[in-house]
């Protein structure tokens, strides 16, 4: 199930190519910057010699678990306050997420390599909750502001998952009972999600509306102004 090579087999390659005196110096222009790092201890490209530091610390595991759960490059270099492209060379030179062909495979890496309680935690934080809630453990400035969307349908989706706990319990059990809150708590989220639906649908048509009623060409109907009139009579 492990995978057939390593994450960071790109790390390794270049390694390779640092104890054979007679090979000549990677072609790929990552490699070779990472190369240039490892034999004369700089190298050109910041963003290189930051993912390899990063690599060398107890914080590769933060990156190692962001790649994992697939976190967007811009919200990672934005929460970790990195430079720009430091995140996608780490990927590429030190974990690269497509040697595994599963989630299974993942896991096990996961139990492979952690140590410790707080790197397990680590790894556990962004595989069950997501790279949003990793990211705020580590971040120093403020968090960007969550949209309220985004909030019912994370709301919706823990809840929706929570309210079939009790499937194979008695209904009496404390868990059954616990489970029927959440089926209540998912229910109303979703109900707040589609008024909210409804009402964008219905704001957006009373502009059109507001649009039609004071347009200067009175020879064009509602259709050609893009006013459905339907909306209106549902709204």
Known sequence: ML??????????????????????PPEDAHERELFLLLSDGECEDSCVATAHQIFNSSYRHVMDALALCQAKAGEVESALELEAGVYDVYRKLFF???VFKSVFA???HVAQVTTTEDEREIYNLALQEGPGRLLDRYRVG??????????????????????????????TSRVA????????????????MKQSVSANKIASALEQLEFAL??????????????????IVKG
Request: hydrophobic residues 40%; aromatic residues 6%; contains cysteine.
């Open 177 to 192: 009972m616990e489970a029927f809150k959440w089926n209540r708590a998912a229910a109303s989220t979703a109900l707040a």
């Open 3 to 24: 995978a057939a090579v390593s994450p960071w087999w790109r790390y390794e390659r270049v390694e390779a190519c640092l104890s054979n005196a007679s090979a000549a």
């Open 214 to 231: 004071t347009s200067d060409d009175q020879t064009k109907s509602p259709e050609d102004l893009g006013l459905d009139p339907n909306d």
């Open 96 to 98: 690269d997420r497509a």
């Open 142 to 171: 403020p968090r960007q502001s969550v949209d309220p969307q985004v909030v019912l349908e994370d709301m919706l989706g823990e809840a929706h998952s929570r309210a079939f706990e009790h499937r194979g319990r008695p209904l």
């Open 106 to 108: 993942m896991r096990e």
